[in-house]
């Protein structure tokens, strides 16, 4: 048994200090990025937010809205094989580096994205895919993720989830262009309290980054964004990508059934107030719609809650990229890449002990 010692912070007990700057207006500020990945080679630009492959938020619909402001979208993993090969075709095909092939290391996984990969031709194929598991510490997952990376060369794998610089470096040293980053910080997930398994989201960046970054790889900083200004902390961290899930749910490009206040089916056309489920893939909800139901060896570490909906997803977007925007303009950063070196957190002051506050 080891106990460590040193302050872990989550994005919430810091903030970001302001520093002089020479902009003259957010307008002026670039939230893009352009990277080239170590792997497969591919260079991509663009806005390095994606939406999570859950799936209420990873859907087809939502990269319809977030491919025309420069983000990206993993689709979740329980499209068939049709849809996907229709998908890619057709909806992508002008935009295939803004949507990530979601899948697990299951063998069915393996082989529908293989039937995928064989149905489409080569220009219509998935550039970027997505390889995740609950935990990606598994010798298993790293050896699934080294034969993937030797069966298709030239796609970009993003892998995970890790909370670890050791198991970052080991993973971009598996084939991982890019690590997404974080064990339990999401609002659907209960892993911390269900297991007592993680990292404070932030700590868990900022370990990360500089473990990849080392080895020419990147990151995705995945769950615990909140509010807009989380997005440029986790930027600040050391954060390539940022993956968001419960921001982006219960908007109308999600693919939840909409309720009124009752839990009774009803239209968008409904004139009272509407909800939407959102809940977490490693749920009691989730395990059951796609898996027949929770293993009797396992336990749910995710939540399922009923959330107002909130119509399009473009006014949620617009508020935290502006919140993106003014985060820059507050410490002088003109390029996204810029925010890291320009960054310095400041503790937000806590009572420890709940006596203090008496």
């Known amino acids: 048994m080891q106990i460590e010692d040193q302050v872990s912070l989550d994005y919430d007990d810091v903030l970001i200090k302001p520093k002089r700057s020479i902009l003259k207006s957010r307008k002026q500020v670039d939230i893009t990025r352009e990277l080239k990945f170590r792997w497969s080679g591919q260079e991509w630009s663009g806005v390095p937010i994606i939406a999570a492959n859950m799936d209420s938020t990873g859907t087809m619909h939502m990269f319809g809205s977030l491919s025309g ?16 090969v229709s998908f890619f075709s057709d909806d992508a095909s002008e935009d295939l580096d803004r949507v990530f092939y979601s899948l697990g290391m299951r063998d069915d996984d393996w082989d529908k994205f293989a039937a995928v990969w064989a149905e489409l031709p080569q220009e219509f194929r998935p550039k970027m895919v997505c390889i995740d598991v609950p935990s ?30 050791e198991m970052t470096e080991a993973l971009v ?23 007592g398994v ?11 980054a500089d473990a990849a970054h080392g080895l020419k790889g990147w990151i995705c900083a995945d769950g615990g964004i909140v509010h807009p200004g989380d997005l440029g902390k986790a930027f600040g961290g050391g954060a ?22 009752d839990g009774n089916p009803v239209g968008f056309d409904h004139p009272g107030p509407k ?9 009691d909800e989730a395990m059951k719609k796609h898996y027949g139901g929770k293993a009797d060896y396992r336990a749910s570490e995710g939540r399922s809650v009923t959330i107002p909906y909130k119509g399009m997803v473009r006014n949620t977007i617009e508020e935290y990229l502006g919140g993106l925007r003014s985060t820059m303009s507050y410490i002088g950063a003109e390029k996204l890449k810029e925010i890291g070196r320009r960054t310095t957190f400041v503790r937000v002051n806590r009572v420890l002990n709940t006596s203090l506050a008496k």
């Open 69 to 84: 402001y420069g983000m990206m979208t993993a689709l979740h993993k329980f499209y068939n094989k049709e849809q996907l």
């Open 136 to 165: 990606a510490y598994l010798e298993t997952f790293v050896d699934f993720l080294r034969r993937f990376r030797d069966t298709y060369p030239s796609v970009t794998i993003m892998a995970g989830n890790v909370c670890t610089g």
């Open 173 to 195: 040293l598996a084939g991982a262009d890019i690590v997404k980053v974080g064990i339990g910080p999401g609002s659907g997930c209960l892993t911390r309290r269900v297991a």
């Open 198 to 208: 993680g990292v404070p989201q932030l700590t868990a960046v900022i370990d990360c």
């Open 240 to 261: 390539d990508f940022i993956m968001m899930g419960g921001v982006l749910s219960g908007h109308h490009e999600c693919e939840g059934e909409l309720m009124d206040a």
């Open 275 to 283: 909800f939407m489920k959102f809940y977490g893939m490693s749920s």
